[in-house]
């Protein structure tokens, strides 16, 4: 499904002569969607993360005077904001990209040492339908406003 939806916005690309807002509105959405991960502490897929283990609560409440938070990566609110994401319009193809900047997130991300994995980033269907619509919406407006080569 990826690579036939990028192929297809690559060609789009190369007829309309400024996509800086349409990857400014999917930069948008990833990151939103991965904002929501965290509000509802779930994989992109929808799946519920792992429970905090007690001796982790324990610990947060401890450190934190009573007020640490129960909310799975969401004590200091540092990994929410170590989200990013980026766009290349450099080469006329789609380039954008979410990510994190600290090695504890991605640690996270990808599995802890108790083997378990709490993704916040990554496609889903319905991502992957809100990027046609808006790419739809897009080229209608584009083609109505004469910006198609």
């Known amino acids: 499904m990826k690579a036939k939806l ?30 929501s991960n965290f509000q509802h502490q779930r994989a992109p897929d929808g799946q519920a993360w792992a429970a905090l283990q007690p001796a982790t609560l324990s610990a947060r409440r401890k450190g934190r005077g009573g007020r640490g938070s129960a909310k799975i990566l969401f004590d200091s609110g540092d990994g929410m904001d170590s989200v990013v994401t980026e766009k290349d319009t450099f080469r006329r193809e789609v380039s954008i990209g979410i990510s994190t900047l600290t090695d504890y997130m991605q640690y996270h991300h990808i599995r802890n040492s108790r083997g378990v994995t709490r993704k916040f980033i ?13 790419a739809n919406t897009f080229v209608k407006e584009a083609v ?3 910006r198609v080569a």
Not at 9 to 18: D, E, G, M, P, T
Request: no cysteine; glycine share 6%; proline share 2%.
């Open 6 to 35: 990028k192929s297809g916005i690559n060609k789009l690309i190369k007829k309309i002569n400024n996509v800086n807002p349409l990857l400014v509105t999917w930069e948008e959405l990833l990151y939103t969607d991965s904002m």
């Open 122 to 134: 990554g496609w889903n269907k319905r991502l992957a339908d809100k990027f046609v619509r808006t």
């Open 144 to 146: 109505k406003a004469g």
